[in-house]
């Protein structure tokens, strides 16, 4: 097991790693087999206060600082994960039952990421703009916001944090990072680790490990923090966007998503096949940008199924560890449960399995399910997990309509023949990406990143993450004399 499970199973407030004063800990299993991988003392209320605390003293000499000097915290923390990239993977495997796939294509991503975190630190940080008036200038500066909150999710917990850790330190602000409790070590003390060892100096990163049921809202209402980024669900996303407003606060929303892969009649159906099940599949389906349905053209329908069905049932499901496994385990037993579940309702509600997945522990085989009722909520819910449902239609119109039945509106892809007939098809549905002749799970680190409809409020990633992370103050210098009314 990596050392990382008991050497960074703490808090990290202030520059010190020490244990939370909360009366019960978080116990990190690992989702394959169950092994205790670390027990974590929750912080509480009081932890999260010092921690806003000490990101609010640290920030200010921090943003003062040269932008050479934030770079090079930025570039040493790339050298870091690049040399440890070995020892991040088996921690990714262990702690959310990534596979190897997975947590190269987590890696690759987070050191993508942390390149144009490089960039930005160096990004201009002040304009002119002109004025009606001759004799005065005016300045617009783009300062940091000061402290932000990070909450992240539990399916790329090393990649989600540092998108928006690493970007929000580039730019000069403090942060305090809380990550999802089911993964503390990825999602949260690792990265601090990654920073500590680069040199960021003490109190600009604190990690949170804690749960809403011992602080509710309080890292969200804290009076300190300007912006809350946070990455999980509509559901969760709706109420802390609800507190941020209440708190006059900016908050960064990436939610789910019911994104489709449409199969136009005229697409290359091996290589649609190819995209729909990486799309669908890939990290047991725990992903916001995962094709929840296929589309298909009838008229094609009846080979498309049988290859789609054919590479489905050819995917290995087991031990993440193991090179051949496709299919790890979901990361916990009650998301297990509710995957099995929403397939045994489907069933009874008369759709057709093509492919019936078994459940052993947390390891959730993957479905392929057709005839699903047209006004099946299934089909405008988010699943997370291995289960693609296959939807037949008739000609493009119906594809345009079918695709934007759903509340979420994250990504989506279309594959055709006619790149052009793709980018109008693309054009026509409400998303806040979409993908002609490729999968549906991208992420890119100069391309906006974001939903709309439910998927999300605001985007990362290139310059949205200055607009996301700063603020901006208009200074104006009256060069002559004004003249005033009175």
Not at 190 to 204: Q, R, S, T, W, Y
Not at 361 to 381: C, F, G, I, M
Not at 432 to 449: K, W, Y
Not at 452 to 457: I, L, P, Q, R
Request: net charge negative; proline share 5%; with cysteine.
């Amino acid at each position: 097991m990596s050392s990382y499970f008991t050497d960074l199973a703490q808090q990290y407030i202030d520059g010190e790693w020490r244990p939370g004063s909360g009366s019960w800990d978080i116990i990190d299993f690992n989702p394959y087999d169950g092994e205790k991988l670390a027990s974590i003392t929750i912080a509480t209320v009081d932890e999260i206060d010092q921690a806003y605390r000490a990101a609010e003293r640290a920030q200010h000499g921090w943003a003062e600082a040269s932008a050479f000097a934030r770079r090079a915290v930025m570039e040493k923390a790339l050298r870091l994960v690049e040399e440890r990239e070995g020892e991040i993977a088996e921690a990714i495997i262990a702690e959310l039952g990534g596979t190897r796939v997975k947590a190269g294509f987590e890696l690759h991503l987070a050191k993508e990421f942390l390149r144009e975190s490089i960039n930005l630190t160096t990004r201009p940080e002040v304009s002119l703009v002109p004025s009606p008036v001759d004799t005065k200038e005016n300045r617009l500066y783009r300062l940091p916001v000061g402290v932000v909150g990070v909450i992240s999710p539990f399916n790329f917990p090393f990649l989600l944090s540092l998108k928006s850790v690493a970007p929000a330190l580039a730019i000069g602000n403090g942060v305090v990072l809380k990550p999802h409790q089911d993964t503390p070590v990825c999602g949260g003390s690792l990265v601090a680790k990654i920073f500590e060892d680069a040199g960021l100096p003490p109190g600009l990163l604190n990690v949170i490990i804690t749960d809403i049921a011992e602080v509710g809202d309080a890292f969200i209402e804290h009076p300190v923090p300007k912006v809350i980024s946070f990455t999980g669900s509509d559901k969760v996303g709706r109420h802390v966007a609800t507190v941020c407003a209440g708190n006059f606060k900016r908050s960064i929303l990436e939610l789910g998503g019911n994104s489709a892969l449409v199969v136009l009649e005229d697409a290359d159906i091996d290589y649609a096949v190819d995209a729909a099940v990486f799309s669908r599949y890939v990290h047991q389906g725990q992903v916001c940008m995962a094709a929840n349905r296929v589309l298909v053209d009838r008229s094609i329908s009846d080979e498309f199924t049988e290859k789609f069905v054919a590479k489905v049932r050819s995917l290995k499901t087991g031990d993440p560890s193991d090179p051949e496994t496709v299919i790890g385990p979901v990361i916990n037993s009650s998301q297990a449960e509710a995957i099995s579940a929403t397939v045994e309702q489907a069933i009874a509600d008369g759709a057709t399995a093509l492919v019936h997945g078994v459940t052993r522990d947390n390891l959730v085989e993957p479905s392929v399910l057709t005839d699903v009722a047209a006004d099946s909520p299934l089909l405008r819910q988010e699943v997370f997990g291995p289960v693609a449902f296959l939807v037949l239609f008739d000609g493009e119109e119906e594809a345009v309509r079918l695709v934007n039945d759903t509340p979420y509106g994250l990504s989506g892809a279309v594959h055709t023949g006619d790149v052009e007939r793709g980018v109008r098809f693309a054009q026509r549905i409400d998303t806040g990406m979409f993908h002609v002749n490729d999968g549906t799970v991208h992420d890119e680190p100069l391309v906006p990143f974001g939903g709309e409809k439910n998927s999300g409020v605001g985007r990362l990633n290139g310059e949205t993450m200055v607009e996301a992370f700063t603020t901006l103050k208009w200074i104006s210098v009256q060069h002559g004399r004004s003249g005033f009314p009175f």
